[in-house]
């Protein structure tokens, strides 16, 4: 089977710092951070108090009233970030056939603040107070099946669930998908709205979070000596992935290729990484192949880089795996340092990020590395970016239960 050439033909992102692919690049590419204190949590008694949420979005006047009160938020981002991605490719919807068009829109928690919304009345209204629409509101899938009942997109429609791996996992799925010929375009990435309180009491209890509360800006430190944790965060992301030859034939801008995919599992622990590595590397490595290059020819790798101390470590012990010597010489760089972790988003946020790098042939900065841990020795572009040649983008992406997705950009060239 001759397998196609997968380009992205449109981008659409909602995080917090931005709501267009513009403005979050420039944010991102300057290190300024999104991250604020939550008096909501204060005023809920939570050990956190500090993250990162979305800003200047009002989720009632893009959906209307009626969708607004029948969806959660997670298919809000969701749906906003596809519709975004559609509009940015220049498709038109109506010289397409909807069967050759699908979506893959990922999550990690879905819709969260739904259940509890539910669970909470049941348990103080009974029974008959439970909305009918509780279900859908809450499933995983119901974000990628809006996206395909709003554009009338009949191609593969799925969600995937792989917990920080989300992103990376949703993009390389569709990836596989039209570069098998199941269809020619997909709409790939992620939406998380896991920002409420039941979320950060958990993941505080875990000892996940940062508690500077007193510094927002500065709690996310990945590979910094100081690192106490990840800093909560919410949005969404979306790809338009389009077989080559179409996008060619109806004259689109092509951001970039996409080239490879690799994913694994670590079997190992259901929320530490495996601390050699070792299912990272595989990763890596799977996603190489794929994309027939050498370690040599990464030019830039987008960290997973949550700013924990088990994952900077892990993450630092599988690059120098993959990579040797090399390792020393390729800039790497966090950029959950400036939107903090998306958890089940980052990955489709980050690929934006990898992509809008080759676009601009610049390296975002490691944001609140000034002192870094011995044990994380290799170049993380500290504080501020740098321009650099940029022809290939490793984005990393590892999850609970020891998922680990990659994905390779790469400067489309003809």
Known sequence: MELKRVVVTGMGIICPIGNNPDEAWQN???GVSGAEHMPEFEEAGLKVTIGAPVKNFDAEEFMGRREYRRTDRVTHFGLYASKQALEDSGIDLTKEDPYQFGVVMGTGIGGIQSLIDGIKGVLEKGPASVSPLLLPMMLPDSPAGK????????GPNMAISTACATGNNSIG???EIVRRGAATMMIAGSTEAGMVQLAVASLSNMQALSRRNDDPKGASRPFSKDRDGFLIAEGAAALVLEELEHAKARGATIYAE?????STCDAYHITAPMENGEGAQAAMRRALQSAGLQPEDISYINAHGTSTPLNDVSETIAIKGVFGEHAYKIPISSTKSVTGHLMGSAGSVEAVFSIAAICNQFVPPTINLHTPDPECDLNYVPNVGVPAEIKHVMSNSFGFGG??????FSQYNG
Do not use: M, P, W
């Open 173 to 175: 799925e569709a990836f």
């Open 28 to 30: 991102a590419a300057n």
């Open 403 to 408: 998922h680990n997705a990659v994905l390779i």
């Open 147 to 154: 996206i395909a009942i709003e554009l009338g997109l009949r």
């Open 258 to 262: 996409v080239t490879g995919y690799g």
